[in-house]
């Protein structure tokens, strides 16, 4: 009998993530492999290449994936926009999954796991890009392989999203959520992610994950231990630290303060 293939970065990272082990991460913000190799060499669950506010081109997005694949971590895509051509560049190029800014409804949920999924959806086919092996994947295997490992992760960074929490998740589909605590605080105004009603609204968020055993994820600048415990105690479990930029600089802040 052979043995079972190794589980790959991508089978990983779902599993973990619907399994509720707690993972950490960061965000990647600088087009260079070299981050994803030492993140991956530091012991980071995942990264997640910021597609959206950071320069990344297409072939930027495939190196990254490329350098994920080497360092064997899991490497999400933050996609500009629930665009399906957005989320098939993303995917074909190797993604463990999608991180898609604005889902504010059900509508929009639906279409993105339609553009990122093959059964009861509408993603397209191509085996012949690196998610595919480059052609040795044939098209049952490449379809199945990719649709029970494809982390799709919803960005809730709206107020018109409160009002569809329980609709929103009860996608089919939807691996994870993440709160956008950025987005929500210029939305009301707040000058920080710690104002009292961005804690409301992360139990709100939460609370509705809850009902629907959705998997949360959410960013913090820094290891704060308060801020962390709080998100904790609210139920998020998975977490993305800083980012390559933010971690250097701080760094390099401590070394200059040093001297």
Same mark, same amino acid.
């Given at each position: ?71 064997? $971590? !899991?490497?999400? %895509?933050?996609?500009?926009? @629930? +665009? ?6 993303? *995917?074909? /190029? ?103 009603? $961005? !804690?409301?609204? %992360?139990?709100?968020?939460? @609370? +509705? ?6 998997? *949360?994820? /959410? ?20 977490f993305l630290v800083a980012s390559d930029q933010g971690l250097m600089r701080q760094a390099a802040l401590r070394m200059r303060a040093a001297f």
């Open positions: 009998m052979s043995a079972s293939p190794p589980e790959t970065p991508q089978q990983r990272l779902r599993r973990r993530l619907v399994g509720g082990e707690g993972l950490l991460g960061t965000f990647l913000k600088t087009p260079t492999a070299h981050a994803t190799e030492i993140l991956a060499d530091a012991g980071f669950d995942f990264v997640v290449v910021d597609a959206e506010h950071a320069p990344f081109s297409r072939a930027d997005i495939d190196l990254m994936m490329l350098a994920a694949r080497a360092g064997q $971590i !899991a490497s999400v %895509v933050r996609v500009p926009s @629930a +665009a399906p051509e957005h989320i098939l560049t993303a *995917l074909d /190029a190797g993604a463990a999954g999608v991180l898609v800014p604005h889902v504010s409804s059900a509508v929009i949920a639906r279409a993105v796991v339609d553009a990122a999924c093959f059964a009861g959806g509408h993603r397209g086919f191509s085996n012949s890009p690196r998610a595919g092996s480059y052609g040795r994947l044939g098209f049952r295997d490449y379809m199945e392989t990719c649709d029970s490992s494809t982390s799709v992760i919803a960005m809730i960074e709206d107020l018109d999203a409160l009002d569809h929490l329980d609709e929103i998740f009860s996608v089919a589909g939807l691996t994870a959520a993440f709160i956008g605590r950025g987005d929500l605080s210029a939305a009301i105004g707040a000058e920080t992610t710690g104002d009292a009603r $961005i !804690a409301e609204i %992360v139990g709100r968020i939460a @609370a +509705a994950a809850a009902r629907h055993g959705m998997p *949360l994820i /959410a960013h913090v600048g820094a290891t704060d231990d308060a801020e962390v415990a709080s998100l904790r105690a609210a139920g998020v479990t998975n």
